[in-house]
């Protein structure tokens, strides 16, 4: 009997766990929150049924750093924990509201609730926790290097350390000419990015660098710091504005002065040093960045070195060269020395303008010619060229008009023009009078056969 009575209790408890268990879909609640020194914060949770229509007790309590119960409640009442100040519960869903956020705001919580629906005996528990972070706004960071003197490449390392005076859970970040700086072989950094190590320094790491400093409710960013590495020399040449160059040759016209001047990467400057070298013997001619050929002193064929160093990394570097005299031609050393006296573009317009000027005298010539004009005034005939008589018969509308006749006593002319209208007047008699003839049209037949 007793068997009996165990096993149909482990059944119970058995159906119990089943019909109850834990259930998180019947709440949500967001699993962090970030909050800003001095605000309030709710812990909102949403609940997915009817909070009228079930019967359920809650719990909120803060689990870490250390377990601390806070308040207790149902759909209806609240009991808290007396020594809390500032925080306050909002029913029916059970809501966690903080009026001022502080340092010991920050930490874990959790929320169990025990659920009853209607016409079930089961209850189901469901529990959320969500992490709670305070934070006070970064203020501007500032970085510091060291160490604070000279740093040579490949031999020293530097640390950069960005700090702020105020913020919580604060990250870093570092820029390089507003590029973002990677770990590296070189480049390592610590857990919250705040300290940037590199080592060993090189040419590469020369720059501006800028600190960024935030955390969930802010983000500012320090001033630029500038990092200055002492380097090289690097890429070694010599050059000459005269003479022709090729390869490691300078082909100088004889006579010519030349100089040469010693380049490098190099920081700081290098101290230079030019030498002559022979096959026997070699040979210290002067120190210095420029170097001076003067012409009654250029060599044959002779070969010459630049030695540059650089007094703070201990590095050096050189670089060979020979000289050699002999005659260039004149355009060819004045091309290689920057351009000729007439450039092309100049020779290309004076050109252009030759071609023009001499089409529009062949044109002129083509249309005008005055040769042809004077022959063809020679070849036409006497009477044309002299103009001694003219028909009347030219320009009609030019004889239209009043015309006036004065006779005078005497004999008349028969070749007069105005005898042709006296001869057809039979009753004028008195040869002193003055006659008007209105022209009306021009005669057909020449004046002379009209008086015959």
Same mark, same amino acid.
């Not at 016409?119 to 189901?124: L, M």
């Not at 006593?409 to 039979?426: F, H, I, N, V, Y």
């Given at each position: 009997?007793e068997?009996?009575?165990v ?23 967001q ?12 812990l ?14 809650g719990?909120?309590?803060?689990t870490?750093?250390f377990y =601390?119960?806070?308040? !207790?409640?149902t759909?209806? @009442? ?5 020594? #809390? $100040? *500032?925080?306050r /519960? ?11 956020l502080?340092?010991d ?27 709670v ?12 290097k060291?160490p604070?003197s ?8 530097? =640390?950069l350390?960005? !700090?702020?005076?105020?913020? @919580? ?5 570092? #820029? $390089? *000419?507003?590029? /973002? ?65 090729i390869?490691?040759?300078f ?17 700081p ?9 022979t ?8 120190t210095g ?8 002193e ?12 650089n007094?703070?990394t ?10 050699v005299v002999?005659?260039?031609s ?17 020779f ?9 000027v ?13 040769k042809r ?21 030219e ?18 002319e ?14 004028v ?24």
């Amino acid at each position: 009997m007793e068997c009996v009575r165990v096993t149909m209790v482990l059944l119970m408890c058995v159906l119990f766990l089943i019909v109850a268990g834990t259930n998180s879909e019947y709440i949500s609640l967001q699993s962090t929150q970030h909050g800003k020194m001095g605000d309030s914060m709710i812990l909102r949770v949403e609940t997915h049924f009817d909070v009228q229509d079930v019967t359920f007790q809650g719990t909120w309590c803060k689990t870490k750093p250390f377990y =601390t119960h806070l308040v !207790s409640f149902t759909k209806t @009442t609240v009991i808290s924990n007396l020594r #809390l $100040k *500032n925080i306050r /519960l909002i029913l029916p869903n059970g809501s966690l509201n903080f009026e001022h956020l502080d340092e010991d705001t920050q930490g874990e919580y959790e929320l169990e609730i025990n659920i009853i629906f209607p016409g079930s005996s089961g209850i189901v528990k469901v529990t959320k926790t969500v992490m709670v972070t305070v934070s006070v706004p970064v203020s501007i960071p500032i970085i510091s290097k060291t160490p604070d003197s000279e740093i040579v490449e490949d031999r020293d390392n530097v =640390t950069l350390t960005c !700090s702020v005076e105020h913020g @919580t859970n604060v990250q870093f970040k570092w #820029l $390089k *000419n507003n590029m /973002l700086v990677g770990p590296s072989e070189r480049h390592t950094f610590s857990q919250d990015n705040g300290i940037l190590f590199i080592n060993p320094v090189k040419k590469e790491d020369i720059g501006q660098y800028i600190c960024e400093a935030r955390n969930h409710i802010s983000k500012t960013q320090s001033k630029q710091a500038d990092l200055s590495v002492f380097y090289g020399p690097y890429n070694l040449a010599v050059n000459s504005d005269q003479g022709l160059k090729i390869g490691g040759v300078f082909t100088v016209n004889p006579g010519e002065l030349v100089f040469f001047e010693c380049i490098a990467d190099s920081n700081p400057p290098n101290t230079c040093v030019w030498i002559s070298k022979t096959k026997n013997s070699t040979e210290v001619l002067m120190t210095g960045p420029r170097f001076e050929v003067k012409p009654y002193e250029l060599p044959q064929g002779k070969e010459f070195l630049c030695r540059a160093f650089n007094n703070v990394t201990k590095k050096q570097d050189e670089t060979k060269f020979t000289l050699v005299v002999a005659s260039l031609s004149t355009g060819k050393a004045k091309y290689i020395q920057g351009g000729s006296a007439l450039s092309p573009l100049t020779f290309i317009t004076v050109f252009s303008a030759i071609i023009i000027v001499c089409m529009m005298f062949v044109l002129l010539r083509k249309s005008c010619h005055p040769k042809r004009m004077i022959k063809t005034i020679y070849r036409r005939p006497m009477t044309e060229q002299k103009g001694l008589h003219r028909s009347g018969h030219e320009d009609a509308a030019e004889d239209f008009g009043i015309y006036e006749f004065v006779s005078v006593p005497g004999k008349m002319e028969s070749t007069q023009a105005s005898c042709r209208s006296l001869a057809r007047l039979d009753s004028v008699r008195d040869l002193h009078t003055t006659i008007y003839d209105v022209i009306r049209h021009v005669p057909e037949t020449p004046t002379l056969s009209l008086l015959k």
